[in-house]
Nanobody, 125 residues
Framework: QLQLVESGGGLVQPGGSLRLSCTAS????????IGWFRQAPGKEREGVSC????????YYADSVKGRFTISRDNAKNTVYLQMNSLKPEDTAVYYC??????????????????WGQGTQVTVSS
């Protein structure tokens, strides 16, 4: 019943940009902290960016600070991840997740979260 759908992935050249979207159905996304996570082949899943449910506090992995921006559009029940200055090491499947955890804690260890199916981001020349 609760569903998250990611979109916006694709193939881009280094230095390019993509905007990922995470849209919820069956529940109001705004009452959850939302996180973006990624997993590359052979690597562990890592938290990329998270946003809190109330005050909109945001958290970013050191590797993406200054390049990625997370935001929320309550009217569209959607959370975005704007990715600029993309690097080959950003290549991964990107997942969004919703949790009642605090955003910062969620980025560290997401527990009890609802997950989307993922969207592939490939950065290559």
């Amino acid at each position: 019943q609760l569903q998250l759908v990611e979109s916006g992935g694709g193939l881009v050249q280094p230095g390019g940009s993509l905007r990922l979207s995470c849209t919820a159905s069956g529940f109001t996304l705004d009452v959850y902290a939302i996180g973006w996570f990624r997993q590359a082949p052979g690597k562990e899943r890592e938290g990329v960016s998270c946003i809190s449910r109330s005050i909109g506090s945001t958290y970013y992995a050191d590797s993406v600070k200054g390049r990625f921006t997370i935001s929320r559009d309550n009217a569209k029940n959607t959370v975005y991840l704007q990715m600029n200055s993309l690097k080959p090491e950003d290549t991964a499947v990107y997942y969004c997740a919703a949790s009642r955890m605090a955003a910062q804690a969620m980025c560290d260890i997401p527990r009890g979260a609802y997950w989307g199916q993922g969207t592939q981001v490939t950065v290559s020349s």
